[in-house]
């Protein structure tokens, strides 16, 4: 069992975002926002605001209700480039210089981890 959320049109850059995924991905929900929570990067707040709304999203599901929310794992988060905004910045000599105010947008997977069935029964033999 999955959910998802996804957060468009952040305005900040991919580049800066995805370290903080990778920090993220894989871990268990409650240590992720734990650790989300003292980052000291504007995009922890953000990833942060999404994986809430994930877990959220999958909770109030007819079958997310019977889920303890402790077992929750994010199982994939990406993030990718949304429109660039371009603006002038004048220079010298009439002359001007693009900006590129760059977005991005996040997708935060979360659900339960699958069980291997495979190295269950191995184990108990």
């Known amino acids: 069992m999955k959910a998802r959320a ?5 305005r900040q850059s991919a580049k800066k975002m995805k370290p903080v995924l990778d920090m993220v991905r894989g871990k268990q929900v ?3 926002l734990n650790m989300l929570t003292f980052m000291p990067k504007k995009a922890a707040r953000l990833v942060e605001q999404t994986t ?5 999203n999958l909770l109030n599901t007819d079958e997310g209700a ?3 929310p402790d077992e929750l794992v994010i199982q994939e988060t990406y993030v990718n480039q949304g429109p660039v905004m371009k603006r002038i910045r004048p220079r010298s000599m009439g002359r001007a210089y ?11 997977v979360v659900g339960i981890p699958a069980v291997d069935v495979e190295n269950d029964t191995k184990e108990k033999e």
């Open 66 to 68: 019977k889920i303890n």
């Open 52 to 56: 809430r709304s994930a877990v959220s």
């Open 30 to 32: 409650n240590t992720a």
């Open 6 to 10: 996804v957060n468009k049109y952040i």
């Open 98 to 108: 693009l900006i590129r105010k760059r977005t991005c947008h996040l997708t935060v």
